[in-house]
Structures are given as C-alpha cells and as structure tokens.
C-alpha cells in the first residue's frame, strides 16, 4: 500500500514540475496582422525590444507597427489600432435633371471621339467635330431644336461628365442633365495610307528677229519651271449612334468616307445625318 502511494506522489510531483517547465510566451500582434511569440525584454518611448522563444537575438520594434502585446500575466496592453480609413462624408455633387415634358424635341451632340492613326486626338479636335456636325444639323432639324455646342459642353462639365467618367453614365442620364430627349454620340476613326504626288511643268520660249539690215539675225529664248507637293491620304471611317431619353438607340450607322484627304469625314457625317429620323430637308 506504501509503494502506491508513493507512485501516485511521484507521478503527482512529476505532473506539478512539468507543468512549471512549460514556460508562457509574451504574444505580440503586429498592426498587420502578424503574431509574434516570444518574450518583451524591455519596452522603450518609440520601440520595444524583443526576442523570439527559443532564440537569444535580440529584435527592435516599432510602437507604430505594434497593435497589442499580451503577456504571460495576462496583462493586455494596446498601442496602435488599423483603423478603416474613414469613409469620404462629403456628398456627391447633385445633378440637375430636366423634367420630361421640357425635353421634348430637342437635341444636343455630345463631342465627337476621333481617333488618328489609333490615338485619341485633343479634346479641341472632337469639339471642332461636334460643331460641324451641329452647323449642318442646326440648318435641318425641323420642329426640333439643337442645342449648341457650348451650351452642351459646360452642362457635362458642371454635372462632372468627362471623357474619363462618362462609362459611368446611361444616355437616359445624359439626356436629362443636358434638358434634351435626344443625344448623338459619334466616333471619327482616320488612319493614314499612302502618299500622293502632284507635279507641274512648264516651258515657254519666245524668238526676236533682228531685221536691221546690218544685222540680219534672229534672236531665241526660253524659259521652264515646275512643281510638286504631296498630300498624305487617309482611310476615314465614321460611326454615328442617336439616343432617346429612355436609352433606346434610334439610329446606329457606320461608314467609309468615299474620299481619301483629311477631311473627307466630313461629307460623311452629313451623309449620315441626312439619312437619320432627325433630319428635316
């Protein structure tokens, strides 16, 4: 009976000192996330020093890269939170809409995206576009009235409607902040091809007789010149798309300029226009 209990005292004092040997680790948990285990050797104004269990190499730590450390105590200590970045309370700007009864019958076109050679042009090239296709318009609408290009243009400024932004938008939005049932959106794609050369030349030659009768000799002359430029040609491609206010596309077309000189887009767009439901002879 002395020999068990014994055992069971042994086994017992075996139990207690192995669990004293099982040493607790300070925890150290990052802003980032990371959890370090080991032991806080000295905690100073700016940093801690620390080193990891079972290591003597001594690491220096940031405060602002510390979240907590949880000692073997139990003691918490809180140093640094990652707070969400606070949300942007400013509000959005607010848009203007026209109400439906004073858009009727009218029109704006938006600038004209033109693209040379794949590139997108300055914004001054679609406006020139845009104001082109309203001089030509403007003459032939009929009972609708065109709003002009200006007028156009500072209304998407003032709502924050860009070439950048305006993926963000339906053409039902933009037919009410510019006050119009309609909008037509259109695309110039030019792409140089080949070079022409155009020369000229000319001759003139003139003759004098001398018919004095010491003389009695004739006199020739002549003279030449010439000329050559070259133009560059381009394959000019226009693609035009009219909107209504409850975004339904009412017109889509697409076409080649006929002519090759820089401006042959041009004839195009009026073809197009001619052929469109908005366009009055």
Known sequence: MKRIICLVL????????????????DVVVKANGDELTGEVLEIGDSTIRFTYAGEKLVYT?????????????????????????????SPAP?????????????????????LKDG??????????????????????????????????????????????????????DICKVLGVEYVIDGMVSQNSTTQSTYSNASYSAKVK???????????????GSSYSSTSQNYESTTDMKIYNDKNDVIFSQN??????DGDAYKSTIEYLLKRCPLYSK
């Open 119 to 172: 590139q997108i042009t300055a914004q001054e090239v679609s406006e020139a576009v845009q104001n082109e296709c309203y001089a030509f318009l403007s003459k032939h609408s009929g009972m609708y009235t065109v709003d002009n290009p200006r007028n156009t243009n500072v209304k998407l400024n003032l709502a924050g409607i860009t070439k950048a932004t305006i993926m963000n938008y339906t053409m039902a």
């Open 94 to 114: 607010a848009v203007q809409t026209v109400p439906d009864e004073e858009r009727r019958n009218k029109i704006a076109i938006l600038p004209f995206t033109f």
């Open 61 to 89: 730590i940031k405060k602002t890269d510390i979240n907590k450390i949880t000692f073997t105590s139990g003691r918490v200590e809180h140093f640094t939170k990652s707070n969400p970045p606070a949300p942007n309370l």
């Open 10 to 25: 042994i086994i017992f004092l075996n139990y207690i000192v192995s669990a004293q040997t099982q040493q607790k680790h």
């Open 255 to 260: 076409r080649k300029s006929f002519w090759s």
């Open 209 to 223: 007789d001398d018919n004095s009768k010491s003389t009695n000799k004739t006199t020739a002359s002549a003279s």
